[in-house]
């Protein structure tokens, strides 16, 4: 497709389990972000990638939080024993460089993952 | 650290002009942002200022100063579909292009 996708659109899980959650970003985008959106509110950044390494990891919220990338491409970010306060939305966005200067590089959002730990 | 304020919810009508303000306290950031987000949907871009001043892009204005540490998105020729919620966001300094989102503003606009 043209745009970033992600899969599962919705996942309810229970507390303690590990979920994966993917993204597909834009052909041709370098760069990778995940970003967490809870009810009401603004989006977090959780960790960034420029092709398949990760310079910042600083948003992950805990050390059951981990992501990667292949093939600088296609993501997973992983929640092993899963607990309440991870439920969220879950976005992915790509750009086309990381280092833009002065200038703007525009960040597309895929539609997200809702997770819900019940 | 850095941080970004929005008013919670603007009201307005069709056909009216709004401004949806966004205050920060950031140490030093590239530019600031604007997205939009229809409930459930994904944010989008809306625009975006590198210096000071006004950029426009149709119906939509966003302006910045940051010797006052304050920018604000402008709406005009209100429509129902811009009803959503509206986010600025800065890229900060460093190496990474990553986002810090404001708190978000969340604009109904009434017939």
């Known amino acids: 497709g043209a745009g970033v996708s992600q899969s599962p659109s919705n996942k309810v899980t229970e507390k303690g389990k590990d979920v994966e959650l993917r993204c597909d970003p834009i052909?041709?985008?370098?760069?990778l972000y995940w970003y967490r959106q809870s009810l009401g509110q603004g989006l977090e950044f959780l960790i960034y990638?420029?092709?398949?390494?990760?310079?910042?990891k600083s948003g992950l919220p805990s050390d059951r939080f981990s992501a990667e990338r292949t093939g600088g491409s296609v993501s997973t970010l992983t929640i092993q024993r899963t607990q309440q306060e991870d439920s969220a939305v879950y976005l992915c966005a790509s750009s086309f460089s990381s280092w833009v200067g002065g200038r703007t590089d525009t960040q597309y959002f895929g539609p997200g993952t809702r997770l819900t730990v019940l | 650290g850095q941080s970004l304020e929005q008013p919670s919810e603007v009201t307005a009508v069709e056909g009216a002009i709004v401004q949806i303000n966004c205050t920060y306290q950031?140490?030093?950031?590239?530019?600031l942002s604007w997205y939009q987000q229809h409930d459930g949907g994904a944010p989008t871009f809306l625009s975006y200022?590198?210096?000071?001043g006004l950029e426009e892009t149709g119906r939509f204005s966003s302006f910045l100063s940051r010797s006052d540490s304050y920018g604000y998105l402008l709406l005009q020729e209100l429509q129902m579909k811009d009803s959503a919620s509206y986010f600025c966001?800065?890229?900060?300094?460093?190496?990474?292009?990553?986002?810090?989102f404001g708190t978000g503003t969340l604009l109904a606009v009434q017939p």
């Open positions: 966001a800065v890229r900060v300094l460093g190496a990474t292009n990553k986002l810090i």
């Open positions: 052909s041709g985008h370098t760069a």
């Open positions: 950031t140490s030093g950031f590239y530019g």
């Open positions: 200022n590198a210096l000071d």
């Open positions: 990638f420029q092709g398949n390494s990760a310079p910042d």
